[in-house]
């Protein structure tokens, strides 16, 4: 079956009655201007055959590309299936997240587990937000390294809190993290820099986070030399002191 509209292979049907026609429309069909469709076509979400009324009404199904943005949704658990407190291993949270950690790192289809999104804010409150690595955790914190002259690494200095937050879409589970940062010691950063592969410390003294570079060719011709300089010889590489960790206090 086809579109009435772009005559492309329809996926996803439904009938349709667009300008006088009746028919198959393909449901993401960008050729069609949203006010063809008459809006009972409109009510039913891309993914699902659930109502999406609401919406419509407010106004809210749209985006650029014509994906449905505002029906997008998957069916949740349902309410007697939803995780309860008897269900905790745990009633200390550190407890609770290494059981959970522990799952998420076991499932082949979550590529990095240890994914987190860090938000910082400035002195001013300005937040922002970004993914970084868990590098290590314990009832003290988590950590996490990175480059201190960052935007984060600046605003963590200066405005010393944090929020992380892990999201495990396959195990609908999501953990939230927020309290007081500290400079991880310079023995424990060098420590931890020497232990990641020598392409990955050479990366890190390259990498001038949240600047603007001159271009991608200065970066691989510093790579380049740095490779030749430690690579080949053996020789330990110095971890930058603009570089190393941070943990964040639950
Ligand atoms: C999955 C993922 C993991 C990342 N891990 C780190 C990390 O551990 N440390 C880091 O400095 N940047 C990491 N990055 C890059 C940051 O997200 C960010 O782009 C970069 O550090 C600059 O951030 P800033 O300008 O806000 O300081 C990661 C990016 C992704 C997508």
């Not at 590529?111 to 922002?128: D, F, I, Q, V």
């Not at 993914?131 to 314990?138: F, N």
Request: a neutral charge.
């Amino acid at each position: 079956m086809s579109c009435v509209v772009c005559r492309c292979s329809v996926v996803s049907i439904r009938a349709a009655h667009v300008s006088g026609r009746v028919g198959s429309l393909h449901r993401t069909c960008t050729a069609v201007p949203l006010g063809d469709i008459p809006v009972r076509s409109r009510l039913y979400s891309s993914r699902d055959e659930t109502w999406d009324g609401d919406s419509v009404m407010s106004g809210i199904i749209s985006s650029p590309n014509g994906i449905d943005v505002a029906g997008m949704r998957k069916a949740y658990k349902a309410g007697h299936e939803a995780f309860t407190e008897d269900e905790l291993v745990s009633k200390e949270p550190i407890g609770q997240f290494a059981a959970w950690f522990k799952v998420a790192s076991e499932q082949d289809s979550i590529g990095e587990a240890n994914a987190m999104t860090l938000a910082t804010a400035s002195k001013e409150g300005r937040p922002s937000a970004r993914m970084v690595l868990l590098k290590g955790y314990d009832k003290e914190g988590f950590k996490f390294y990175t480059n201190y002259e960052s935007r984060k690494g600046k605003e963590l200095i200066d405005n010393p809190h944090a929020a992380l937050c892990f999201y495990w879409e396959i195990l609908s589970r999501s953990v939230r993290i927020e309290g007081p940062v500290e400079r991880l010691t310079e023995e424990e950063s060098t420590k931890y820099f020497h232990s990641r592969p020598p392409t990955s410390q050479i990366g890190a003294v390259v990498s001038h986070q949240s600047t603007v570079i001159e271009s991608r060719d200065v970066l691989t011709s510093k790579d380049n030399e740095l490779k030749e300089k430690y690579l080949s010889t053996g020789l330990a590489i110095p971890k930058p002191n603009y570089w190393g960790g941070f943990q964040g206090h639950p």
